[in-house]
């Protein structure tokens, strides 16, 4: 550990300290008013009498938290943060040696001679990200193909356990699409095979392959898989390929369960000539609507536009404003601290994050709710993009569906720096409770994403975790 990292943790457990001794000066009525400005944010209302009273308070905490929340309320957007005091600073992660050849690749994404030196690089992100690279261009590359070729061919039957380090159905599943681009006529049969194969973010990729292949009979077969992510992959690439042609495969997945799945095939049916989609897309919107969902937004307004309606005629369920357990003490700096374990089959080990109540107390507190009810646990982190963020954590393994109750924003100056935890949106006031965790300042994300927790512990296990990589468990742990 080094001497400005040491530095750092005892400046946290100073602040910690005395946050904990200033808090025991506080009453039971003072607490009590904490909450109060809490929910009038939360509500976004600006008449509650707790504000003032908060702002005429005499502990300097309370009247911070009231003149925040004002401004919080009155501007979505928060455009006056920077004007908030500082808060203590995440913990500053180096980046992996390995980041900086990820990143240097970019500038020879036309050189075939440096995307196959990086087929060879010691880890696998920089490996991925040669591959993503890949373009006809490359076709009259020999080695190149070889090692794409040997990728596909070494796809295991069991894939469903990798160790650290190491790689299952991921080096297969990206080298067919990069192989299509490269050798269609090998890659067509090959991608035929991927496409049964019991891993469903194989065929997954299978779909994105078929696509570069123009292959649509595979894209139909896999527009009727039986996982609904497989099936969006399909959905997507065959609308772009074949236009309103099968739009009848598409009016039969409206029927389907999963909001990534139904949301591309509402898509794919917009504009339709077909007299029977507005009735057929209305039916869906009325039967996602009782599903009383807020983060499944995104398919009922794909719904809305195939019927021919705008997205204001979307119904929402109504908002539950509560005051979570804990969100008092989290908003007046308690320490709290989540330990998220990786199971065993997708390369194990733990990481700790700090909740940064300081920042976002609702936020914090009704995730650590989530945590306390077990609402993580065996979810997996779908998106995974190594110089960017890993995002997931939810239920599914998309980003269009997760807790049927939206979270507020809780926009602050709190960076979103190599290591932070951010709140997934896509909208403002859309939390749907998935996690995205910063694997390198992304400093422009403030103006959007809420941050509510910190990497403390563990951020090599987080710079090994790889897309589909399930977490066994996430608990709350003590620290002396």
Partial sequence: MNLSRIVLLVAVFLFDARVSDAQARLTRSDSALVGRVLL?????????????????????????????????????LFVARDSLPSLPPAFSWPQPTWRLRYCALAAQRNNCD??????????????????????????????????????????????STRARGDVSWHAAARAIVAFAKIRPNEARWRTARMATHQQWQVRMYAARA?????????????????????????????????????DELYLATLTADGAQVVRAAAIALKGSPRSDVAAAANAAFDRWVQRG?????????????????????DQPPPLRVSLPPRAVQLALGEPVRIRV??????????????????????????????????????????RVGHDFVIQGA???????????????????????????????????????????????????????????AEVEEGIEVVDDILEGDVILTMREVRKP
């Fill in 210 to 246: 078929a696509a570069v292949l123009a292959d649509t009979a595979r894209l139909r077969m896999l527009a009727r898989d039986r996982n609904d992510d497989v099936k969006e992959a399909a959905i997507d690439a065959l609308s772009k390929l074949t236009g309103h042609a099968d």
């Fill in 293 to 313: 969902n807020a983060s499944e937004r995104d398919a009922r307004v794909a719904l809305l536009e195939a019927a021919g309606r705008p997205a204001s005629d």
């Fill in 394 to 452: 939810g239920p599914g393994s998309n980003e269009y569906v997760g807790h049927r109750d939206y979270l507020r924003d809780e926009l602050g100056n709190l960076p979103h720096t190599r290591g932070t935890v951010g709140m997934s949106t896509r909208a403002h006031d859309t939390g749907d409770a998935q996690w995205f965790i910063n694997l390198k300042d992304n400093l422009s994300l403030i103006r959007d994403y809420t941050v509510f």
């Fill in 114 to 159: 440096a995307l196959r030196a990086a087929l060879a690089d010691s880890v696998w992100p920089v490996r991925f990200r040669a591959m993503s690279f890949v373009t006809p261009a490359c076709a009259t590359d020999d080695s190149l193909a070889l090692t794409l070729r040997q990728w596909v061919d070494a796809l295991p039957v069991a894939t």
């Fill in 341 to 382: 374990t990786m199971a065993p089959a997708s390369g194990g080990g733990s990481f700790v994050v700090r909740l940064r109540g300081d920042n976002a107390p609702m936020m914090a507190a009704r995730i650590l709710e989530l945590v306390r009810q077990g609402y993580y646990d065996n979810g997996n982190w779908h």
């Fill in 40 to 76: 009038a944010e939360d509500r976004r209302d600006s008449t509650d009498r707790a504000l003032s009273e908060a702002l005429a308070h005499r502990d300097p905490r309370l009247r911070l938290l009231a003149q925040r929340a004002r401004w919080r309320i009155r501007d979505p």
